[in-house]
């Protein structure tokens, strides 16, 4: 027995407990994974009617009821980047999450280098026009296309986070003009930076590709917007990483009839799975893939988790925990 990997409670030895809960998730495989990383802990899957005391949960798009009366809840894992789901089961009904718990999500893990090749391909398929040609050869016509000058193909991105700066960074290797966009001024060597309301404007004037990187929260809810895509280059491109209700869908599918949008890739939907008669599906120049961006890698995020658990156990700080009023 390693006793420095046990908690008191009460007095009586006893192993650190932990709940898990993800729908469809490969149970055998989350499970096996956390034990060989935590082999001390007490772990179980939480079913609907579990009570039991926890010290930890981990779980993605949880039932309100997993935590309820759960005052010795230390820390809830969110199994991925964006935390808008659980924050928004606490908006709904006030005093839903633990009182002393903190929320904690995912801090890349693998989540980056995904998001940054995803933006990658829709600003070459865009700058290069691919998309067009394959359009071209669906009409079996041979025609040459006048390129995109790569200095003025300016990709704006929306967030500078942990997956919007890799982005930025990413972008830059393509030899566009990168700016970007966040609450908090930030530096990136290279990238022309803007922050804050008073910066929107400067941000979005001329921007070809815009792409949203932010988190969902009562701020940035409808920021991609008809007067948003009004300030861009005439004919540009949207990219939608992050969540559906950053987008207001009439005005986007406005924006393309006018060709004020040229197209715009879509990965995130204000519901999901994108229901059938969603005229996303069908818009010849909408391209709709099922959120897959940047998925939750089980083995990157059981040995981040598992190392947070750890450090918390020892009383020690970690990073990634949201902060419940700035929302993110
Ligand atoms: P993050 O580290 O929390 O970064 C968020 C960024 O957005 C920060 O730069 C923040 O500014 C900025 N921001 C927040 N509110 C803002 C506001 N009102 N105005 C301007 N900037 C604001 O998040 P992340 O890990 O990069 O992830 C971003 C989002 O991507 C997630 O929340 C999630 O919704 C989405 N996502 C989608 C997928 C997918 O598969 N589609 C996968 C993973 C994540 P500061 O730097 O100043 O704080
Ligand atoms: C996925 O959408 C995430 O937020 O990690």
């Known amino acids: 027995m390693h006793m420095h990997k046990r908690t008191k409670t ?15 998730a490969d149970l055998d495989a989350w499970l096996g994974g956390l034990r060989r990383e935590l082999p001390d802990a007490d772990l179980r899957v939480w079913e609907p009617g579990d009570t039991a005391p926890a010290d930890y949960a981990i779980v993605w798009r949880a039932p309100r009821e997993l935590f309820a009366n759960r005052p010795d809840l230390k820390a809830v894992f969110n199994l991925g980047a964006g935390v808008d789901a659980i924050l928004e089961v606490e908006r709904k009904e006030p005093g839903t999450l633990p009182p002393n718990a903190q929320l904690v999500r995912l801090e890349d893990t693998g989540m980056a280098q995904q998001m940054v090749e995803y933006a ?5 398929r865009y700058m290069r026009r691919f998309d067009e040609y394959d359009a071209l050869q669906r009409a079996g016509r041979w025609e040459k296309l006048p390129q995109h000058a790569r200095e003025t193909f300016t990709v704006g991105v929306l967030g ?12 830059l290797a393509l030899g566009v003009p990168v700016r970007s966009y966040s ?7 290279g990238v022309q930076v803007h922050a804050g309301p008073e910066q929107f404007d400067a941000f979005l ?6 792409i949203n990187l932010l988190p969902h929260t009562p701020d940035t809810e409808g920021i991609l917007n008809a007067r948003t895509f009004g300030r861009l280059a005439r004919g540009a491109y949207v990219v939608n990483v992050a969540r559906g209700p950053h987008l207001v869908d009439a005005d986007l599918l406005a924006a393309l009839d006018q060709g004020q949008i040229a197209a715009a890739t879509l990965d995130v939907f204000h519901t999901e799975p994108l229901p059938a008669a969603h005229p996303f599906w069908t818009h010849p120049r909408v ?13 990157e995020s059981i040995v981040q988790i598992a190392g947070k658990i750890r ?18």
């Open 10 to 24: 009460n007095g009586i030895d006893a192993a650190m407990k932990i709940i898990f809960y993800e729908n469809g």
């Open 120 to 124: 990658t391909y829709c600003v070459l």
């Open 160 to 171: 500078l986070g942990v997956l919007g700066a890799e982005v930025t960074k990413g972008l």
């Open 183 to 189: 609450r908090t001024p930030k530096t990136i060597e």
């Open 205 to 210: 004037d001329g921007v070809k590709v815009l």
């Open 287 to 299: 391209s709709v893939t099922p959120h897959i961006s940047a998925e939750t890698l089980r083995e």
């Open 311 to 328: 450090a918390l156990a020892r009383g020690e700080p970690i990073s990634g925990i949201v902060d419940f009023r700035r929302g993110y």
